[in-house]
């Protein structure tokens, strides 16, 4: 019989029917759920062709059915090309109309497209011999292709995925943007979900394809390539029920595998605004560069290597996390554990946790720099008393002169030292930063007694002496004491919003005098306080005036005196709980070496906290300045507005100074910035990221819904907690907060304080262990989680939770 079904055909028949119809023969006989099909050998004559609607296979269906009919040139689907696109295919083809349906299909076998990609592959021009399959239509509700390899970078460990709604041509013809999905071959966890086409936020539901239906396809396609022992390009379909391979043939392109550097906002997110102005953004980049060289030195690779140790992408700030791997491994440690210290989001590669040795030459290479980084932290309370004579210094010198007075030129000599001592700042703080050679082996030895670790450590940070930015919580909670005690403040505080007539009506009151002294404290931190174009408290404080009103309405809250002696008491019961586990030898070396451990830990933590804090009195006196250069710009006419002033670099705004003939670009530059910005603000970067992402970040990362409303994080501070959800995405919400609620959002820095002290919970989507949200949560007996994916999209203001931060999981219990 000239006419063989896909169940007749075997390998030998590969030379007659071509490639694609034995690829679907062979997967269908192997058990894979392939479109019953018949095979028309490439030497059909027309005669022969003619009798084709007659032929028995076609009597097993519906008088309705229709039929896919596609090429299967005699050269196509091999490994050496692929011919992916050349040829015909026609699709919801009647019984009737099959004939000029296969002919058409031979005939695209001697197109132009086709002459060319012979010629362009050295195959004969003349090689136009093709078999045509018909295969039963399916119905399909969403189809694509996928590669069981990364078809640009040769990534053996990843499944691409793209996905539309409906048949799937339109995705192999580009006339689409697809759903670009990515998941890790292993074990199918989706490592990115890119929605096709959107320009706003979207969710997975609005995706082609369900989560749980990806896992399908993806093991499928790791069967398929199983099976054929090879990467494979795959064409399917789904119709709503399965899914259907209705191709598949090796990937003609597998570059050998290279190493592609990958990106973390982890700590950079939380620190940093979301956008930052552009003057800022460029300046924290060269001294976070500058300051991470001078820290590390060669535990960093060249940057031609592995790229720069911060980058730079849309708009947003991020580490080279192989960089970070590079600098965990060559210290012997598992990168994990550097990770979590940053507050890495999302699950961690199982080769992430392993430590090993790098080689022995670029041990041998970074002697010298191990030698000086554990000398460091030898002298830690040297470089910190050194530390602060810089800053107090730099404080000095903003303070000792009214910039109104100066000349352009002083201003700028000032700044400009300030800029050039920067880096030097970021190298303390980094030291103290690098608290993770601590924690590592303070966690081996809770490991190897068989104590809670997290419990462990997490108690005795939260105990003892405060940090500076938790004791601005328990300030400002004393300072709505002094309001509660005050009647008239009171009501004016809950009447009156605005702070204009503040100082008139509340004159002469305790509650005004207690204020100021907290501004005199803290006036200088404020809403992403590390960019100096935004106010400080002390120019605005309105969102403490509306903490403190909060306060004024909660009756609930335990007094600080209260929650520090409850923290105390559980710290008190896990330290003796982890020495009474220490026993026999051990309590003479283990148990004493860990003690140092916590105490190193918590002394790095305070002191930490209170080079921020510094940092951060060091960039008022620098904002202050710049601004007396922004007005004079506006006076001159070289900028429309002082905030237009963040919007130029540095480097521009001293060549104006240095060649006033050149102002008028400033205008130019600031509207051309203030462009870009709301550009950057349409593009969600991820939180991690491969260089290679970026052609796709104008599309939108999806996600799903928690799995029966379960969410699960780092648990960051002990305890359990069931209240009301606020989502707060921006500080400008502050006043959406309730006091009681379980407060959720992206990330906080110290100037979310006032909302810990109204919180009953927290819940973040970033964040680790030192972090803002873990060290103030603890320290006020808040149950908190960190690293909780997608959190502000996954709850809604008004949903009630189960907060158990304790075993770190949240479940939704009821949904607003």
Same mark, same amino acid.
């Given at each position: 019989m000239v006419f063989r079904s896909l169940d007749e055909l075997s390998e030998s028949d590969a030379s007659r029917v071509g490639g694609k119809a034995w690829n679907c023969a062979r997967l269908k006989q192997h058990g894979f759920p392939v479109p019953d099909g018949l095979a028309i050998p490439a030497r059909t004559t027309d005669a022969q062709l003619a009798t084709l609607v007659s032929h028995p296979w076609f009597d097993r269906f519906a008088p309705g059915q229709s039929f896919a009919v596609r090429s299967s040139g005699l050269t196509e689907d091999a490994p050496e090309q692929s011919f992916a696109g050349i040829h015909e295919t026609r699709l919801n083809v009647a019984r009737a109309d099959l004939p000029g349906a296969v002919a058409a299909c031979r005939a695209s076998s001697d197109s132009e497209r086709a002459r060319a990609y012979r010629h362009a592959r050295g195959l004969p021009e003349d090689a136009t011999a093709a078999g045509v399959l018909v295969q039963c239509m399916v119905e399909a509700v969403a189809a694509g292709v996928a590669f069981t390899v990364d078809p640009l970078t040769g990534e053996s460990e990843e499944i691409v995925i793209n996905s539309v709604r409906g048949l799937g041509t339109s995705v192999v013809d580009g006339q689409v943007d697809p759903d670009d999905i990515r998941l890790r071959k292993r074990d199918g966890h989706v490592v990115s979900y890119w929605v096709g086409g959107s320009d706003a936020a979207s969710d997975v539901g609005s995706g082609s394809l369900t989560l749980d239906q990806v896992r399908r396809l993806w093991s499928l396609l790791v069967k398929i390539e199983q099976d054929y022992a090879a990467p494979q390009d795959v064409e399917w379909c789904f119709d709503g029920g399965g899914f259907w391979i209705v191709q598949s043939r090796p990937v003609t392109v597998a570059p050998t595998r290279k190493h592609e550097t990958e990106w973390t906002r982890a700590n950079l997110a939380e620190v940093l605004p979301e956008f930052t102005s552009p003057q800022a953004l460029v300046e924290v980049e060269r001294i976070l560069k500058e300051g991470e060289r001078r820290y590390l030195g060669k535990l960093l690779a060249p940057d031609e290597v592995l790229g720069p140790i911060i980058k730079t992408f849309n708009g947003r700030l991020y580490f080279n996390l192989s960089q970070l791997r590079r600098v965990s491994r060559i210290g012997g440690a598992a990168p994990?554990?550097?990770?979590? !210290?940053?507050?890495?989001?999302?699950?961690?590669?199982?080769?992430?946790?392993?430590?090993?040795?790098?080689?022995?030459?670029?041990?041998?290479?970074?002697?010298?720099?191990?030698?000086?980084? &554990?000398?460091?932290?030898?002298?830690?309370?040297?470089?910190?008393?050194?530390?602060?004579?810089?800053?107090?210094?730099?404080?000095?010198?903003?303070?000792?002169?009214?910039?109104?007075?100066?000349?352009?030129?002083?201003? $700028? !000599?000032?700044?400009?030292? $300030?800029? !050039?001592?920067?880096?030097?700042?970021?190298?303390?703080? &980094?030291?103290?930063?690098?608290?993770?050679?601590?924690? !590592?082996?303070?966690?081996?030895?809770?490991?190897?007694?068989?104590?809670?670790?997290?419990?462990?450590?997490?108690?005795?940070?939260?105990?003892?002496?405060?940090?500076?930015?938790?004791?601005?919580?328990?300030?400002?909670?004393?300072?709505?004491?002094?309001?509660?005690?005050?009647?008239?403040?009171?009501? $004016?505080?809950?009447?009156?919003?605005?702070?204009?007539?503040?100082?008139?009506?509340?004159?002469?009151?305790?509650f005004l005098s207690a204020f100021d002294t907290f501004l005199e404290r803290y006036g200088h931190r404020g809403i992403h306080e590390t960019d100096w174009a935004l106010p400080r408290y002390r120019e605005d404080p309105s969102p403490i005036l509306s903490a403190i009103r909060l306060h004024l309405g909660d009756d609930r809250r335990e007094r600080p005196t209260q929650v520090a002696a409850a923290v105390s008491e559980e710290a008190d019961r896990a330290r003796a709980e982890f020495e009474q586990s220490v026993r026999g030898f051990r309590r003479l070396t283990t148990l004493r070496r860990a003690r140092r451990l916590l105490g190193t830990i918590k002394q790095y933590y305070l002191w930490r906290e209170l080079c921020r804090s510094d940092m951060i009195r060091v960039l008022e006196g620098v904002r202050r300045w710049h601004l007396v250069l922004a007005r004079r710009f506006v006076e001159r006419g070289w900028l429309r507005a002082p905030d237009d002033y963040f919007l130029v670099r540095l480097d521009e705004i001293g060549r104006v100074l240095e060649q006033p003939e050149t102002a008028p670009e400033l205008v130019g530059l600031a509207v051309s910035r203030a462009a870009e910005m709301r550009r950057f603000r349409q593009v969600p970067m991820p939180l991690l990221m491969r260089e290679s992402d970026l052609p796709r970040l104008i599309r939108v990362s999806g996600v799903s819904p928690a799995a029966d409303g379960e969410l699960r994080g780092l648990p960051v501070s002990r305890g359990y907690v069931e209240g009301e959800v606020v989502v707060i995405d921006h500080p400008g919400d502050f006043s959406r907060m309730k006091p009681g609620a379980i407060l959720v959002t992206r990330a906080t820095d110290p100037s979310w304080t006032p909302l810990f002290s109204l919180a009953s919970g927290v819940i973040v989507e970033l964040g680790g262990m030192l972090s803002h949200a873990s060290t103030i949560a603890r320290e006020y007996g808040l149950p908190a989680l960190a690293n909780v994916p997608h959190a502000t999209k996954r709850l809604r203001s008004g949903d009630w939770i189960a907060l158990n931060a304790t075993e770190g999981v949240a479940k939704l219990i009821a949904e607003r």
């Open positions: 994990a554990d550097l990770m979590r !210290s940053l507050g890495h989001s999302g699950s961690i590669d199982p080769d992430d946790e392993r430590a090993g040795w790098p080689p022995l030459k670029d041990f041998i290479a970074c002697l010298p720099q191990f030698a000086r980084m &554990l000398n460091r932290h030898r002298r830690a309370a040297h470089l910190m008393r050194g530390h602060q004579t810089l800053v107090d210094e730099m404080i000095r010198r903003f303070d000792a002169k009214d910039p109104d007075t100066l000349a352009d030129a002083e201003i $700028w !000599s000032t700044i400009h030292e $300030w800029t !050039s001592h920067a880096p030097q700042t970021i190298e303390v703080i &980094l030291t103290f930063g690098g608290v993770v050679i601590f924690e !590592s082996p303070l966690k081996k030895i809770c490991e190897r007694v068989g104590f809670s670790y997290n419990r462990l450590l997490g108690t005795h940070l939260a105990a003892g002496e405060r940090s500076v930015s938790a004791q601005q919580a328990f300030d400002l909670v004393a300072l709505a004491d002094v309001a509660r005690q005050e009647p008239r403040v009171a009501r $004016w505080l809950t009447e009156n919003e605005g702070r204009a007539d503040m100082r008139v009506a509340l004159a002469g009151t305790a």
